[in-house]
T-cell receptor, first 119, second 110 residues
Framework: NAGVTQTPKFRVLKTGQSMTLLCAQD?????MYWYRQDPGMGLRLIHY???????AKGEVPDGYNVSRLKKQNFLLGLESAAPSQTSVYFC??????????????????FGPGTRLTVL | DAKTTQPTSMDCAEGRAANLPCNHS???????VYWYRQIHSQGPQYIIH???NNETNEMASLIITEDRKSSTLILPHATLRDTAVYYC???????????FGAGTILRVKS
């Protein structure tokens, strides 16, 4: 199993350009998440999805859109990139089992990250 | 979700136990304590979680006080590869959203 993969690993954009970050997981997980991490800070949730065809806003959703057309994929879009969106973006997935007490229940598996610079 | 307080950084000698504290004085009865760590430039990695009993797995042990207002993550024999930022997170089990604070930078030194 590849786990959670992210494409691309690095990207440099100019202000106003658009792009899409792709997250894929092969664990048949229901839940998927997009986080951003700025230098010296913890991760902040941008958007998340509790199943195919559903999305919801997280803590910092402005300037981003997401789509979950297939269960295994979760796309993060920047329509008009701004320098404030320079960050490292992490995708994660989890099984979403409520109340689980077994190891791995509700555990989130993270991808390797995408380092985005907006000039 | 309850907030947590962790020291900014800690040092530990290689081969010794690393004890990372976390205060969560406003924790509710249905909230679990989760620990993740993030090794430089990588995505966070799940370590362990618990509700009220102490827990142990192949990576670490989690000690939760009887009043559940604080907990300690124990890495029994720290290695250089354990150098990372350790996040203590408190949340309900069914919520599935993680709220990351700044965490504790653990430096394991030879």
């Amino acid at each position: 199993n590849a786990g959670v993969t992210q494409t691309p690993k690095f990207r440099v954009l100019k202000t106003g350009q658009s792009m899409t970050l792709l997250c894929a997981q092969d664990m048949n997980h229901e839940y998927m998440y997009w986080y951003r991490q700025d230098p010296g800070m913890g991760l902040r949730l941008i958007h998340y999805s509790v199943g195919e065809g559903t999305t919801a806003k997280g803590e910092v959703p402005d300037g981003y859109n997401v789509s979950r057309l297939k269960k295994q994929n979760f796309l993060l879009g920047l329509e008009s990139a701004a320098p404030s969106q320079t960050s490292v973006y992490f995708c994660a997935s989890s099984s979403g089992l409520a109340g689980g007490r077994r190891h791995g229940d509700n555990e989130q598996f993270f991808g390797p990250g995408t380092r985005l610079t907006v000039l | 979700d309850a907030k947590t307080t962790q020291p900014t950084s800690m040092d530990c000698a290689e081969g010794r136990a690393a004890n990372l504290p976390c205060n969560h004085s406003t924790i509710s009865g249905n909230e679990y304590v989760y620990w993740y760590r993030q090794i430089h430039s990588q995505g966070p990695q799940y370590i362990i979680h618990g509700l009220k009993n102490n827990e142990t797995n192949e990576m670490a042990s989690l000690i939760i006080t009887e009043d559940r207002k604080s907990s300690t993550l124990i890495l029994p024999h720290a290695t250089l590869r354990d150098t990372a930022v350790y996040y203590c997170i408190v949340r309900v089990s069914y919520g599935n959203k993680l709220v990351f604070g700044a965490g504790t930078i653990l430096r394991v030194k030879s």
